[in-house]
């Protein structure tokens, strides 16, 4: 069964790791729907 | 007209009251959870003043040791350290909290700096005896103040608090009624990033030999904004912070992109240089209060000294071609671009690789590269300057520079341990710099590529990632010839010249 | 996790149900990952903002962990992430995700 596919996503990216706007690309490949996209940064 | 990186220096002030009382993961946690465990475990961490300059990763800060002597210690560094470290170092110093309270007031211009008479007194003769404190710095610090009207400013006037030793001494006065931009909070953090700005400029001097009156510009590269409440970001620290520092032929202006800010503002200050505008452009950048203690959470979860206690600063001169100091080379420029995306890949490419292709260069042609050199010691970070060097090697893999198999070799080959502490702009690539311009001079390696990445996002106002890159690389001494005419040259010009009018005057 | 952060998870869960809502995760290490994971299904373990003692049991995973990946478009994956996995320590990264939703995913 599909995880994303109609889904609402919060997408939580790291600076250092997978920045938030390239996971929103990954998301909605997936059919699911990005509602909030944020990236952290701890440096 | 070539420029060069004719000096650098290195600044850490040594700060943990106000780790305490201004680093913002302790202000939020004194808000949301004032009775946490957390904040009543801090202060057992806090480090002596002694432990702060026998640290390895702040002895290479300072140039007393190399990233060669850190890249020879296994991690953890806080419980090896240096056996008879000094406070002053090749490139410059860690100064003790209680000598920068006094620094602070020198800085003072509006009278909104108040320190307690027998704190005054105690440490006044350390100040006076700084090797780079003249009579007119030392001047400039004022008589104390009772400590009742200290208790009354804190307690009444919305003062910011001055600590040393968990003990009131001093007050940093708000600078209007109602104006939050001109708050205590936001005067004592400017306060701080201009004295500590102006503390590397007086470490710049020294270090460069340079004459403080042929500085013509100073960018002020930090993370902060002085303004009011009509201009919040107005500036100008620079010019603020080079009255100080006693630079009278010079103007200045801030440059400002979080921790990208540094190659940015050298990248500006290196084009200023080779466009014959200024002879002598100063780049630096001063320290930032709400990041000490940053990450003080994982510190006491791992039972770890904290050893984001300090400040930073740095300054770097970009001068015209000296025919002997490296180049900074601007045809190979790498940027960010709004295009870009925030792929990682995508980001590196344009930083890194994409600059060197288009130079027709390969990712291994540059000797080392210094991007993001935060200390990896602090707990909660992990190893920010080997994840940019993995990055880089992979991308290194991807375009066929390397093979899969030489993928973990590339980082100790072309990189570095970070000795930086995470004071935002203050890693961003530049504290190798002063390294590179010796290492390059001596032959030892012969282009560095330095890069500076900044969190945009953080300011709310785009998505967008950022970054910058620029090369340094061996001076052939070509350009001081190119740059200007030699007696000799212009003997042989005339010669050649009346040679030229005899033999026209022959053919006749 | 950010505190901003926190709230605009809890605003969501609230607003949408947590049954709807996926939470995808970049952190640069598998230490991190589980603190964000935790964060999003048992409560803020640093006691610090407003999912302290909030359960929310949040459906949670990383970017790079099969479970994603299989779902996103190759090439996509490809040209935004790929990369990375050369970087990171997927595995670990993968072992601090699963253990997490184990014990504290409701959904």
Known sequence: MSILKGKKVIVIGDRDGIPGPAIDECVKTAGGEVVFSSTECFV | ??????????????????????????????????????????????????????YLPNQVYIGNKTPEDLAGVELPWYNKPVAGADRFGKLGEIMPQDEFYLLMQAMDVFDLVKLEKNFVNKVKPAFEKHP?????????????????????????????????????????????????????????????????CVLSMLHLVKTSGINKNEVDYVIDCSEEACGDMNQRGGGNFAKAAAEMTGFMKATGSDVRGFCAAPVHA????????????????????GGSTAKLGMNGKDAVKRDTPLIEDVLGGFAVLISEDDGKSPIINLEIVGRHMVGTGSAPQAVISSLVADPLSNAGLKLTDIDKY????????????????????????????????????????????????????????????VPFVGFAREDIMSGKIKNAMIVGKGSLFLGRMTNLFDGVSFIMETNKGEGAKGSGVSEEEVKQLIAKAMKEFASSLMSE | M??????????????????????????????????????????????????????????????????????????????????????????DIANEMQAIRNEHTKF
Not at chain 2, 16 to 28: A, F, I, K, R, V
Not at chain 2, 136 to 146: L, P, Q, S
Not at chain 2, 371 to 379: S, W
Not at chain 3, 7 to 23: D, P, S
């Open chain 2, 370 to 429: 210094s991007a993001e050199m935060h200390n990896p010691d602090i707990p909660g970070i992990g190893d920010v300057p080997l994840q940019n060097y993995k990055m880089i090697a992979a991308l290194a893999v991807k375009q066929g520079d390397i093979e899969k198999s030489d993928l973990a070799a590339f980082p100790v080959k072309h990189g570095m341990n970070g000795w930086a502490p995470t004071q935002g702009h203050i890693p961003s690539g």
């Open chain 2, 132 to 196: 780079l404190m003249d009579a007119e710095m030392v001047a400039r610090v004022k008589e104390g103040v009772d400590k009742s009207e200290i208790e009354k400013f804190v307690n009444e006037e919305h003062a910011e608090a001055l600590y040393q030793d968990n003990e009131l001494i001093g007050y940093v006065k708000k600078a209007h009624d109602i104006d939050v931009n001109l708050s205590a909070h936001v005067i004592h953090e400017n306060l701080v990033s201009k004295a500590t």
């Open chain 2, 266 to 285: 050298i990248t500006i200050a290196a084009s200023l240089v080779a466009a014959g505008t200024f002879k002598n452009v100063v780049v630096a950048a």
């Open chain 3, 2 to 91: 950010d505190l901003e952060n926190q709230k605009r998870v809890k605003e969501f869960a609230e607003q949408l149900g947590a049954e709807n809502i996926v939470v995808v995760l970049g952190a640069a290490e598998g230490e991190a990952a589980g603190l964000a994971a935790e964060t999003v299904t048992a409560g803020d373990p640093t006691f610090a903002g407003p999912l302290t003692g909030v359960q929310l049991g949040l459906k949670v995973y990383h970017i790079c962990e099969e479970e994603m990946k299989s779902e996103v478009d190759a090439a996509v994956y490809e040209e935004q992430i790929s990369m990375m996995e050369m970087v990171l320590d997927v595995d």
């Open chain 2, 1 to 54: 007209m070539n420029c060069v990186v004719k000096g650098s220096a290195y600044t850490l002030v040594n700060a943990p009251d106000m780790l305490l009382h201004n680093g913002t993961t302790q202000t939020t946690e004194m808000i949301v959870n004032p009775e946490s465990d957390y904040l009543k475990q801090l202060p057992k961490h806090l480090r002596k003043f002694e432990d702060v300059v026998n």
